[in-house]
């Protein structure tokens, strides 16, 4: 059994499930219950990302840049990284009390955003199966592109390929462990061409070592950067917290974080050609 199956076989059934929230019309309930849980990874992962774009811009001299986020639901890293608002400014926009959701939302949604200038020198493509997030994130303005596939079973179509081409950095928060090698494999190939980074946060106690292995085969080197290990949320329940600890204990994996603080953490591994990693 590969390292990512081995990992879900240990904590399934422990790991809290939020699949019910992923699919939705409006991004409301995704929010509700990633807040009760202090849902904070895209959060703490923005000032990385942003590190890495202005590494990425300073070695390819390039201003203008082209994101794909694997795992992009309803376009939440597009929102955080085109404009200056914090998560803790989307879930209060979101969670603002009573209100039903109708065609007015859709308008205010659009005129929040707006408002709050998103930046056009950052565009983003995402790849994900909840059909719904996408089609809320590119009609909103956030996606440019919205690819709608679990590439797990199935491979890219040309067109889809055509869309993901020529894009600078792949990034994912939040995903791996859906995803796995498949996914990022597809996806790198459709953008080769033009070498992109890929920066990606995956939640302990979820492997990277198959996605970087696959990466290698693009001639990526992937680094492990331990100083940009952040929180992701707070362990849901003592049988949650009991089985992801467990599971790290046996790979191996370093616990203190998790151990003292209640938090699950995820690793960054950031994959560029050699010598361009900074
Ligand atoms: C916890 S959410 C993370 C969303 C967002 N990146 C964030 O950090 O807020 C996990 C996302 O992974 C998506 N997902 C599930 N299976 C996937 C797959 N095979 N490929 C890509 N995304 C997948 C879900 O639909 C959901 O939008």
Known sequence: MGPARAVHSSIQGAKYDFTVAYNRRWPHAYFRAHLALDYIIPDRAKPVFEKIFADYRRVRNKTKIKIIDIGCSYGINAALLRTDLNLDDLYAAYLRPGGSLSRRDEIEHRAFFHN?????????????????????????????????????????????????????????????????????????????????????FAMHPFSYENIAAALRGFGLETRLVNRFRQR?????????????????????????LERTTGYIYASCYISAPPGEML
Do not use: N
């Not at 995402?126 to 303005?141: K, T, W």
């Not at 020529?166 to 061409?193: L, M, N, W």
């Not at 467990?246 to 790979?251: A, D, E, H, R």
């Open 116 to 200: 709050h200038g998103l930046r056009d020198d950052i565009q983003f493509a995402g790849v994900d199966p909840s059909f719904r997030a996408v089609r809320y994130a590119r009609d909103l303005g956030l996606l440019d592109v919205g690819i709608t596939a679990d590439l797990e079973a199935r491979d890219l179509t040309d067109k889809e390929r055509c869309a993901l081409a020529d894009a600078d950095i792949v990034i994912s928060t939040g995903c791996v462990g859906y995803a796995t090698e498949r996914t990022f494999a597809h996806v790198y190939k459709a953008s080769a061409a033009s070498r992109p980074w890929v920066a990606a």
């Open 232 to 256: 992701q949320r707070r362990f849901s329940a003592p049988t949650e917290r009991q089985a992801i600890l467990t599971t790290m204990s046996k790979l191996g994996m370093e616990d203190r």
